[in-house]
T-cell receptor
Framework: EPEVTQTPSHQVTQMGQEVILRCVPISNHLYFYWYRQILGQKVEFLVSFYNNEISEKSEIFDDQFSVERPDGSNFTLKIRSTKLEDSAMYFC?????????????FGSGTRLTVV | DAKTTQPTSMDCAEGRAANLPCNHSTISGNEYVYWYRQIHSQGPQYIIHGLKNNETNEMASLIITEDRKSSTLILPHATLRDTAVYYCTSTSGTYKYIFGTGTRLKVLA
């Protein structure tokens, strides 16, 4: 079964440093998403991406965050200057179409720890 | 997107049916009901979705009331591997899901 692959599985970074979280969506999917989950809290929407541009973003997704699809396979989330409160699990997801009959496929996540 | 409410936790005996309810009384006519689950800290896993009619797939069944204000996810023969947090959410085709706190289902041996 096709999977969304995320790397690394765990990243530790110092406050103020830039991090890039990487995702390889399912190959024929057209819509890409990032969600995050702070430990013990809800899964929160960050951003969606379609046709090489952001289609929707939440209030969490401020100027410190950016997304990119640098080639035909990768989808990245960059946090420019990390803060302690950015520590969370970050999940990438993809879908074939909007409201696909199979829902979204999520990756296993990257645990980001900011120290 | 509609606000959903679910019980905080439920237990179910292994091999029995697990019935997980969800209230979505503010759902609008074009909003689908989606169910996902999250095992440990893994990414949410899609289970099933529906609009008006009851739906069934290899994982579960979804029963939606006629007024669409509530639904029930049914796992027909729960196993220990079904222990997870189950989320009911809705979307009208926008790009995001709003996940609540979900129902923590514990399947007991």
């Amino acid at each position: 079964e096709p999977e969304v692959t995320q790397t690394p599985s765990h990243q530790v970074t110092q406050m103020g440093q830039e991090v890039i979280l990487r995702c390889v969506p399912i190959s024929n999917h057209l819509y890409f998403y990032w969600y995050r989950q702070i430990l013990g809290q809800k899964v929160e929407f960050l951003v969606s991406f379609y046709n090489n541009e952001i289609s929707e973003k939440s209030e969490i997704f401020d100027d410190q965050f950016s997304v990119e699809r640098p080639d035909g396979s990768n989808f990245t989330l960059k946090i420019r200057s990390t803060k302690l409160e950015d520590s969370a699990m970050y999940f990438c997801a993809s879908s074939e179409v909007l409201g696909a009959n199979y829902g979204y496929t999520f990756g296993s996540g990257t645990r980001l720890t900011v120290v | 997107d509609a606000k959903t409410t679910q019980p905080t936790s439920m237990d179910c005996a292994e091999g029995r049916a697990a019935n997980l309810p969800c209230n979505h009384s503010t759902i609008s006519g074009n909003e689908y009901v989606y169910w996902y689950r999250q095992i440990h800290s893994q990414g949410p896993q899609y289970i099933i979705h529906g609009l008006k009619n009851n739906e069934t797939n290899e994982m579960a069944s979804l029963i939606i009331t006629e007024d669409r204000k509530s639904s029930t996810l049914i796992l027909p023969h729960a196993t220990l591997r079904d222990t997870a947090v189950y989320y009911c959410t809705s979307t009208s085709g926008t790009y995001k899901y709003i996940f609540g706190t979900g129902t923590r289902l514990k399947v007991l041996a």
